[in-house]
């Protein structure tokens, strides 16, 4: 068993860390280059994006390899009851079909609705082939009154959240690809507790590998983004994944825990979503891309994108140990360790704002490089010292070439 783990886990990995400086030239050649216009962008230079293209060929040789010599071993069984063949043939139809979709979209861009319509139909594939949330008890409800069209649109809702929850994430180098990483692992031991089907625990183990082999060129600065293929594809196969995994056991506590582990995505796409129609006072607003997310809302305090990347790792973390806890020890345990890490946060936050207060974050116009100093502020324009840069004026313009105050990053 854990042979063939290793094997998953490292086969990914290698793939990946090869293939990257290709996906590099090829994102090159056939134009998918992230140029930054507009202040949402954290990068301030054309970047390749279809490092996803490494990560997947990681993944797919990693498991393909595995099947086969599982099979030829009769470790596993594709065609008995559970018929995983078939399920895992559905996975690949619609990993497919939102690979060239996705492809499409970050070589020649396409419109939101139709990205979405070939995630909903990646997301129908799969559960044609057999592949869908079971019946599950919920307390206080009577179950009897849901039907099986229920738990297919509950499934479909499920996959298409969570991939573009992953894709939301993918604002900062090493963002999404790290916090997916954390995932994985945080899955890979729920699966292993759960004596879960041995094809989840070797294709959440070959997602971790193909991630690790992958971060070294993304994690900042970075040398190559994920792109929309990438993100999209791990979503897509982590929603996939937290569904096979607990098949065995469908309960509403065993349910929950991918969502749990899976919160800090969650939690900003929710927000986002709430947010964006909110401000946009119409549904067509959720597509509107902004500059509100989470990621965006740490780095104006004032971290770097690698300490707001730290810190984000962290919380993943904490919501994925939260959820192994909470199963193998109980609802008690779990939350006295969430008052742990609260009460820890809460005592070292005031020490970490204080020490950033007394370093002064200095950020950097990406125009023209000009560093704004709080402690010496900008007194030709009214800004007294000591003035944070988060307390500018949104009016406030670069003192040397009049660029916006959006146009600012975190200088390093």
Not at 170 to 181: A, E, K, Q, R
């Amino acid at each position: 068993m854990w042979g063939d783990i290793a094997i998953a886990f490292l086969l990914a990995f290698i793939t990946a860390f090869m293939m990257t400086p290709f996906s590099i030239k090829l994102a090159k050649k056939v134009g998918a280059v992230d140029v930054p216009k507009d202040n949402r962008r954290m990068h301030n230079k054309p970047m390749p994006k279809l490092g996803g293209i490494a990560v997947i060929l990681g993944f797919l040789i990693s498991l393909s390899y595995l099947i086969a010599t599982m099979t030829i071993e009769n470790k596993i069984q594709l065609s008995g009851e559970e018929q995983y063949g078939i399920k895992i043939l559905g996975f690949l139809l619609g990993v497919i079909i939102l690979g060239i979709i996705c492809f499409i979209d970050d070589t020649k861009g396409i419109k939101p609705l139709t990205k979405l319509a070939g995630q909903l139909a990646a997301a129908i594939i799969v559960v044609a082939f057999g592949l869908r949330i079971g019946t599950f008890d919920i307390p206080f409800i009577n179950n009897s009154v849901m039907s099986e069209t229920f738990y297919i649109i509950i499934t479909v809702g499920w996959i298409i959240g969570i991939t573009n929850a992953i894709n939301l994430m993918d604002g900062l180098d090493g963002l999404s690809s790290g916090i997916s990483m954390i995932s994985c692992v945080s899955l890979l031991t729920i699966f292993s507790l759960n004596d879960s089907p041995f094809i989840a625990v070797i294709m959440v183990t070959a997602l971790a590998g193909a991630l690790v082999g992958f971060l070294p060129f993304n994690f900042n600065p970075a040398k190559t983004f994920i792109g929309d293929t990438g993100s999209n594809f791990i979503g897509f196969t982590l929603a996939v994944l937290s569904i096979l995994g607990v098949a065995k056991t469908y309960t509403a506590a065993v349910i929950v825990l991918p969502v749990i582990v899976l919160g800090l995505p969650i939690f900003d796409t929710v927000f986002a979503i709430i947010r964006r129609i909110t401000k946009g006072k119409s549904l067509k607003a959720i597509f509107q891309a902004d500059k509100g997310h989470l990621h965006h809302k740490v780095v104006s305090r004032g971290f770097s994108q690698k300490q707001t990347v730290y810190i984000l790792y962290g919380i993943s973390a904490a919501f994925g140990m939260f959820a192994v806890i909470l199963f193998d020890s109980g609802i008690w345990k779990a939350i006295s360790f969430a008052l742990m890490v609260m009460a820890v946060i809460a005592l070292g936050y005031k020490n970490l704002t204080k020490l950033r207060a007394d370093e002064g974050s200095m950020y950097e116009c990406i125009n023209c490089k000009y560093i704004y100093k709080p402690k010496v502020g900008n007194e030709a324009a009214g800004i007294k010292k000591n003035t944070e840069f988060a307390d500018l004026p949104d009016s406030w313009t670069c003192p040397v070439c009049g660029e916006s105050i959006d146009m600012f990053k975190t200088h390093e």
